[in-house]
């Protein structure tokens, strides 16, 4: 019953990805971001490359799997389509599950790419095993924090990415990306509060220059990713009656 | 076994009660009409049997099945088509069907077939590999309609299926309804068209500020208000109502240039009607006998047991 459930929430993955993902500027815009953020980064402060590249692919990852994910709902509910969801046979947290693989499948796609430009163009190993473990659980930790955003039973997309600009923005702040959490002095305990830091800080671990130990940024990761998925299925479950 | 069963089902919006204690069962194989004006909750009724509002007291089952206890297995069994659902407009055709289809769990090779045979029923074919954003209200009414038969239901509901459709497409879905439930489908159909309902229903609740306020077989609403029998008559000059208030006429309304007495033996008006003309020096141009119609048992008992 379980395992025909995740079956039928690959069937609303690959409907969010056909609608919203595969497409020339959503692809594009996804593609073009982090290498502008890398020009903006290498031009624009004297940080060393060993700095930046792990903060850019926390960024990167945060930024793409959390930009379409949250509106989805919204989309769905102006557009009438997700009574029809809601009255087949599958549960509510195999919809949301498959909206957050949607946007997971999309930031893992753009975050190879910027493993692969890493290794080619710049010769640099910042690819490990807990690496690409933690880029899975922090994939899917982003995306459904997009969901938990997207709770609100509203039926216009704007709102929603007003809220969800609201929270990504101090989170990328306060998430060691432009200053190192060694060096935030007493105001790195805001810092453990969101989930960007400990990716960031895994993906240091080989170029060196990290601040927890791998295993525990894997830990609090997958800590998130279960909380996050939780209260994303709670809230979602509560307001869906106003969707209609 | 019942196909359907509503017991005390209650629904109520901050305190308001869009449906109000109401119970009954559908047989298998019944088409079952749920009529009644706007607003008086046949989609709240829908609603809580597909599983997309929950109860707020009562329950709705599907066959065996409480929908809110086994929610998955009861949609199973089911096909919908939704008021105001509306197919993906950034799919094609083909691909809200095999959509619906997946998230029956029906296997792959079942439901290419399964999608190409619906087109052809619905006359979509042609058009299966466009956006359904290019399509017209119609066609893409047709496709919603489509949607809800891919996984075979036994069990179908049906809220105002025809609404926006044009006159062709009203036909074809009408013949589809009946087809499906010639061939065994039980089906449960909301609309607000009194000869629809009419014309497809083995028997039809008619719904007034979320209660059911009569259940029966078309022909059998009609007999019990028998008062309804109506003659319609009109005069060459024009003549006042009141003036043809006999004793025996219940009621009398205007309709256009005609007048429409109600009462309980027509066959006893005409002489009177006949003579009142000979007497006042005018002429009857047309006369009709009327047998009750639904839409007047609609308009009664919507009139009466209102709030
Ligand atoms: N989500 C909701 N929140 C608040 N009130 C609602 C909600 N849904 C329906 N209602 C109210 O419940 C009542 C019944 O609505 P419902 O949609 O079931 O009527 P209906 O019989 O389907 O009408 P129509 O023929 O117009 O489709 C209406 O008064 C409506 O305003
Ligand atoms: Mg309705």
Redesign the interface.
Known sequence: ?IF??F??S???T??DL??FYLKGPVMLSGLLMPAFLFIAFVFGRKLSLEFLLPSLLGMTLFVTVSSIGPIIAPWETR???F?????????LWAIILGDIMASFSFGLFITLFIFLASIILLGMEIVSLSLIIGTILAAFCFSSLGLVISAPPTDNPSNIMMLSTLIKFPMIFISGIFIPIGEMGDWKIISYISPLTYYTDLARYTIGGNYFSPAIDLLVLLGFNILFFAIAVKWHKKNL?KR? | MHAITAENLTKKFNGFAAVDDVSFTVESGELFGLLGPNGAGKTTIIRMFTGVLKPTGGTARIGKYDIQRNPLEAKQLMGIVPEMANAYVDLSALKNLLLIGELYGIRKKERGEKAEYLLKLFGLYEKKRQKVKTFSKGMEQRLIVAMGLMNDPKLLFLDEPTSGLDVESVILVRELIREFNNNGTTIILTTHNIEEANQLCDRVAIMNHGRIVAIDRPEELKRTIQSTTSIEVAFTTKVNAEELMFDNVNEIKKVGDKLRLYAEKPEDIIPILVKYAQFSNNKIISLNTLAPNLEDVFLKLTKNEGK
Do not use: D
Request: no cysteine.
């Open positions: 019953m025909e459930q079956r039928r690959l069937a609303i690959k409907k056909s609608i557009m009438r389509t009574e029809r969801l809601v009255s087949a046979p599958i549960a009656a209609f």
